[in-house]
């Protein structure tokens, strides 16, 4: 399609390391032995926020034994109000690297600031990059000269492009493992709290050779829907997901109509890694 | 979760026909023996226009020897500009007609005026209402006093109880055979003709009885998308997909660069057939 | 700015009749003595639906008392839902047809299907297209070939190049008397019903020799918002608001929310019959 | 109308500092005599980005005669792409403070990290927060702990009451001489840049007793609307503007097309102060 290829080629104008024109095989993330991008399923899981020792932990149990591979947990919660849970912060931090030793788990979590990166990085494996922060270019150069993988959540109104090239700030400053993570943008549906993208996803692994993850709590914002989307979500060809599960959500301190409870969440786990293993042997 | 309760509740507020609560077994429609909704899968596929009586036949061959079960194409084509091709009409029904009789394949075309709904009765299984129909009130009672199923497009801009009650307008005058048909919404994401909104699919699994069925071609405007967003809509939970199709793309009288060419067409089935059947038998 | 006019050049490529290249000068209106696009400010006003007959004649009375030029009342009512207040139809005509007679008001009110043209052209000087069937085509066409004046407005997610074909296909019937309406359009924001587009206003003026109104009441759907878009619209250069008003809001059977009462309503005349002198008169 | 209270106090719920229940009398800002929010016009205006001492100290030259009050300029620019010229930092914002000095205008710049804050606080006399930082809260935070006013723009696909919470995060610092600034939203229409959303202006005014200001130059993103929205704005409410100009803006290193040459400048200042004075002296 000749249209088709002018205009795909007009959105890598400008790009030097995200595009697949300058990196045609994708890349695959290495986190200490768990690979990202390889055609495996990669599962984060895990509460919205880090809210207790005993929370996470008992979740970091349960994730664990789902055959996860990430734990996920906000100590670092930025909230629309400056009157909301903020999260535990470095006592969060905290938590996480207890959870990481007692489980294996490996650890992603959120950082907010540049003058945090450091700290974030001493209990984690994986740097997010909330979607707030997307076109937080101090922010991206920060993490762009650490030397642990960053995984940038799409902007709520973040077109394809932007998107790519906030990850091209990254990269720019030498660090060559940014994860991308689609997590709904801002449309005037408002059943769902965002509206997830999947044709992003698949847009985005043709037209860079980076890896793509999906968030389907909170793009839906419907503990419901998460089920549907997650499977949905591989069929588009992401290369993994990131997933609330909280052990009571109706206690949960934040997202919790978002959130799994850890029966839906075994009995989901199981039909990812199925469908995930049926996809990658049988289809095309 | 109480709160989702509510809101789902909410949003049902008002419904008496299409809505879960009031006929809480999922609506399987039967076209002349090919169900809708049971769990299998339905392929309607074809050009986006009838252009020529050997275009369309062509086209059909393939269609039916793929395995679909349906032959779509427009012969009433609602175009932005007065001055673009608008269908050959009557002429195109005739065509549709024909290719009906030569392969045994059902038909779905879309309706544009109430005063034309028995014209196009005569040559069709499915009547389609476009999505710049969909509150089309007076066209949505006349096909409701018709005695064939309706597939209704969501509008470009409308929620999902605005869908619903598009299809209660339907219900209401006695036509209890209504098909969903989810085809992107229009946001500010511009790679993609528009948005193809899943959750919606998956949302509306819950909120209604009836049938759902995706258009990935109309919602990407890319081909290259197609594939992707096909096995996606299955595995969100789509009981079908309708796909544009052309012999020769280059060469369509519209939307060329959303259509798969025989070839692509070919593999995809091969892979949807497989999936579907993967997740109606091995997942929850 | 070279690359600015290319977009302006781009975008009316394909227009014969609604562009301004075709027609440099500004189309002036006519309806019967009353000018629409001469640089005077014309107001059309009322209530969003004919209730009764003494609802309707007491809300004339006021109308003409306030010096605006037309009384509008929705006699067809296009609702979401099928159970909501559909509008009075015939009887609602009837009034409006009264309330002429008894004030001296030019009328104007939607027709929403091409059948009912007739009928509404006995009782109307304008027909209005609401957004819901801003690409009904077969109703463009019918009121294109009829000899009354036609205010076409835009559909909630029509771009400007959409609702500029719209307008091509009234006047390529040969019914060259059509005048703009925005009436706000579908984004994320939710405090407002809609997002009234004012810059599309000042474009579609620059891009086309057509009146342009405005709606303050339907795109923002709360009254207390009303006096400043009114306000706005004028200093953003249309050429007349269209503006819902009811005797006691509180009763309203639909849209009571955006409706001003008698005492709003006449400041806000008072106000607007001076800006715009002042605006003619004084600014560049 | 009960439910529109409802609905505003809805909204509300949560604000202590930024709410007009809490500080019923609108704001006053005052900067070195200055006043923002007092019904008086402010008007600030310049380029894009500061590109050289002489661009600088010609438009500064120009906006003093023009009787405008301050100079904008962008020394720190957050660019979508990391290799798009990102302003000339330090030394733009010395040339900032040469120009200050040279013409007796307030200076407003955007300030893009917390460690940035105190060398812009030497040369500005507001902050400017860019709509990408609208939710960089740490950010926001170290502008609320200093002592200069800070001008808040509008995140592209912020609510009215996200924004008004990113108010409250800094006001909650301690600072209470917030601005808040309308720079358009993002929406599907893409003949402007972004949408602009005056009815928020409008609406902000009832909702907070801050000051607000609207930005017509990168809403539209087309220098010919800049006039017809500049008066619109002020139609509306807004107690003042942020103009785009350069002296040449063919030449122009960014945003050349949304940029005013110095004679579509002055016309349209005579205009505005022409047209504020006749609102705040005739009109209701």
Not at 54 to 83: D, H, W
Not at 159 to 172: Q, R
Not at 232 to 242: F, P, Q, T, V
Request: a negative charge; glycine letters at 8%; hydrophobic letters at 40%.
């Amino acid at each position: 399609m000749t249209n088709v290829m002018l205009s795909a080629s007009n959105i890598l104008n400008g790009f030097k390391l995200a595009g697949r024109e300058f990196h045609p095989d994708s890349t695959v993330i290495d986190v200490d032995g768990i690979k990202i991008g390889d055609g495996s399923l990669v599962i984060m899981a895990g509460p919205c926020a880090v809210e207790s020792r005993a929370q996470l932990l008992e979740t970091a149990a349960l994730i664990q034994a789902s055959g996860a591979q990430f734990l996920r947990g906000g100590a670092f919660k930025p909230r629309t109000s400056p009157y909301s849970f903020q999260g535990l912060k470095h006592k969060g931090l905290q938590y996480l690297a207890e959870a990481r030793e007692a489980t294996g788990l490996k650890i992603i979590t959120e950082v907010t600031e540049a003058d945090l990166v450091d700290d974030v990085l001493a209990c984690t494996d994986i740097l997010q990059i909330g979607a707030r922060n997307m076109q937080n270019f101090h922010l991206l150069q920060a993490v762009g000269r650490s030397d642990k993988p960053v995984m940038l959540k799409r902007g709520m109104s973040a077109t394809i492009d932007e998107w790519l090239y906030a990850a091209e700030y990254i990269l720019n400053e030498g660090n060559s493992r940014v994860i991308l993570c689609e997590r709904g943008i801002r449309t005037f549906e408002d059943y769902t709290r965002n509206t997830l993208d999947l044709s992003a996803v698949a847009a985005v692994k043709q037209l860079s050779h980076l890896p793509v993850i999906v968030d389907p709590s909170h793009s839906t914002g419907r503990w419901e829907l998460v089920a549907a989307m997650s499977k949905a979500s591989i069929a588009a060809g992401a290369d993994g997901l990131i997933i609330e599960v909280h052990p009571d959500p109706m206690k949960a301190r934040c997202d919790g109509p978002q959130s799994l409870n850890p029966d839906n969440y075994r009995n989901l786990m199981s039909d990812l890694l199925k469908l995930s293993a049926f996809i990658r042997t049988e289809l095309h």
